[in-house]
């Protein structure tokens, strides 16, 4: 059993993302998982080859969506911040705030996370290899979002974080890491 304030020694290491901008610590991310038919011709569209949204239907909008740090300040911005994938195998969300993983106690503040040696992405290779003949291990990786009292995680090809008004979550993202 891994304890409350000691991680697994046997734990794969993360390694910290640098992001434009954080979390509210106190508040719950939303997460989205799914298919949407969505009305704008260039958001879910094959002429972005990166975006997973190649059905004439819509794209994926699964995202997380929270608060940032800022936004609850005086005349801060009033937006949410938002991460979206690229090509989005699996994610899960568990509740508790301390991390079964191990990372270095400089990034202990940090909220975004790539593990190296991850057995979930292993897991996810093989599965994907014996059913669809596709590889994950090259190109894909597990990302790790630490939030107040829980955390998500997600396998794909990459991420973006952008900015969104409250009133346009679907919008298309803006950035990619």
């Known amino acids: 059993m891994i304890s409350d304030d000691s991680p697994s020694k046997s734990a794969p290491p993360l390694s910290a993302l640098e992001t434009p901008f954080s979390p509210n610590y106190v508040a719950a991310p939303l997460v989205v998982y799914g298919r949407l038919p969505l009305t704008s011709d260039e958001w879910g569209r094959d002429d972005d080859e990166n975006w997973d949204g190649d059905d004439d239907d819509g794209g994926w909008v699964t995202g997380i969506y929270f608060d940032t740090a800022e936004c609850l300040e005086p005349g801060g911005p009033g937006d949410l911040g938002r ?18 993983y191990e990372r270095e106690p400089s990034e202990t503040g940090r909220w975004a996370y790539v593990m190296s040696e991850s057995p979930w992405l292993d897991e996810r290779h093989q599965y994907d290899l014996h059913h669809y003949g596709r590889s994950l291990r090259d190109t894909y990786r597990h990302y790790v979002f630490v939030f107040h009292d829980e955390f998500i995680e997600a396998i794909g090809e990459g991420i973006r974080l952008d900015r969104v008004d409250r009133d346009a979550l679907f919008a298309r993202p803006s950035s990619t890491r």
């Open 83 to 100: 991460l979206t994938f690229e090509r989005l195998d699996a994610i899960k969300v568990t509740s508790g705030e301390y991390l079964p």
